[in-house]
């Protein structure tokens, strides 16, 4: 089993559109919690810390579930600017070595 | 202020090659991490530094390859004899490492490394 594990998509909606990733982590022992945002052929980019009360920000909203080893990624409202791949990152448990998932594709459409 | 910087932006090698990759962390930053990332694929970790510490290499696939950091600032990935399955995008990050895990890293632009 990878140690984190998304959906790579994509995910293709509409403008306006309400989408939800997920991301799987193994290590139970994980601590700090992440979602990057990396554009095609761009460097990845910090989009929201996961705090384990859950925290939003804007038309993003992030929930961690420690019993189930998930995080989550909400997305209200979607603009065709939020076309990207949403990297779930975790850390901890062990290691300073923070652990990407493959990252999962989203695509808004006009 | 100044954001991580990475040189090349681009570079092209021929097989059997050595090749020099350039990191310009955040100053202050003590943390440093290097990536790989092939075409469609996730980010790979090779090698993380830490302050003065010794440097966790585990993620280096191979001897060919190798990366200093000099005064706790500045890091060099150097691939000796290149080969073909080295063509990937290799980035650098940097983080301030204040306290715990929870801490954010900055990516340069990465390096484009394309080996004919």
């Known amino acids: 089993r990878k140690e984190v594990e998304q959906d790579p998509g994509p995910f293709n909606v509409p403008e306006g559109a309400t989408v939800a990733f997920n991301c799987t982590y193994s290590?139970?022992?994980?601590?700090?919690f992440f979602w990057y945002r990396q554009d095609c052929r761009k460097e990845p980019k910090l989009l929201m810390s996961?705090?384990?009360s859950g925290n939003e920000d804007g038309r993003f909203t992030a929930q961690l579930n420690r019993a189930s080893q998930y995080i989550s990624l909400l997305i209200r409202d979607s603009k065709l600017s939020d076309s990207a791949t949403y990297l779930c990152?975790?850390?901890?448990?062990?290691?300073?070595?923070?652990?990407f998932g493959r990252g999962t594709s989203l695509i808004v459409h006009p | 202020g100044a954001g991580v910087s990475q040189s090349p932006s681009n570079k092209v090698t021929e097989k059997g090659k050595d090749v020099e990759l350039r990191c310009d962390p955040i100053?202050?930053?003590?943390?440093l991490y290097w990536y790989r990332q092939s075409l469609g694929q996730g980010l790979e970790f090779l090698i993380y530094?830490?302050?003065?510490?010794?440097?966790?290499k585990s993620g280096l696939p191979s001897d060919r390859f190798s990366a200093e950091r000099t005064g706790g600032s500045v890091s060099t990935l150097t691939i000796q004899r290149t080969q073909q399955e080295d063509s990937a995008v290799y980035l650098c990050?940097?983080?301030?490492?204040?306290?715990?895990?929870?801490?954010?890293?900055?990516f340069g632009p990465g390096t484009r490394l394309l080996v004919l």
């Open positions: 100053s202050g930053h003590t943390a």
């Open positions: 990152v975790v850390n901890g448990g062990g290691s300073y070595i923070p652990t």
């Open positions: 990050a940097s983080s301030p490492r204040t306290s715990g895990n929870q801490e954010t890293q900055y």
């Open positions: 996961v705090y384990s």
């Open positions: 290590n139970s022992a994980s601590q700090s």
């Open positions: 530094f830490q302050g003065n510490s010794a440097p966790d």
